[in-house]
């Protein structure tokens, strides 16, 4: 009943810019954390950064400084501005959010948005 849907991703040239979106939808109680993660080829899927409901937010050490993660609460919608992008930040970005329904509270992955930085 729930589904995060993400989009933004593709391919940009070193140094460039990409901001990548995913939104919840389905039957939501409440959102706690959100957050992004990616995966390269060959490499486990890695934290790049999380947002709790409040704003707080974290980031791996890869990212700081280049990244930004928001959310706008009232469209159950997270984001993830990414500047200054490097060959290294190709992967397979996830979105993943722990949401409550009437019936659970689970976490829950969106299908992966592919980002390439190459020249």
């Known amino acids: 009943q729930v589904q995060l849907v993400e989009s933004g991703g593709g391919l940009v040239q070193p140094g460039g810019s990409l901001r990548l979106s995913c939104a919840a939808s389905g039957s939501i109680f409440s959102i706690n954390f959100m957050g992004w993660y990616r995966q390269a080829p060959e490499k486990e899927r890695e934290l790049v950064a999380t947002?709790?409901?409040?704003?707080?937010?974290n980031y791996a050490d890869s990212v700081k400084g280049r990244f930004t993660i928001s959310r706008d609460n009232a469209k159950n919608t997270v984001y993830l501005q990414m500047n200054s992008l490097k060959p290294e930040d190709t992967a397979v970005y996830y979105c993943?959010?722990?949401?409550?329904?009437?019936?659970?509270?689970?976490?829950?992955w969106g299908q992966g948005t592919q980002v390439t930085v190459s020249s």
């Open positions: 993943v959010a722990n949401i409550a329904t009437t019936m659970s509270l689970r976490t829950y």
């Open positions: 947002i709790t409901s409040d704003g707080s937010t």
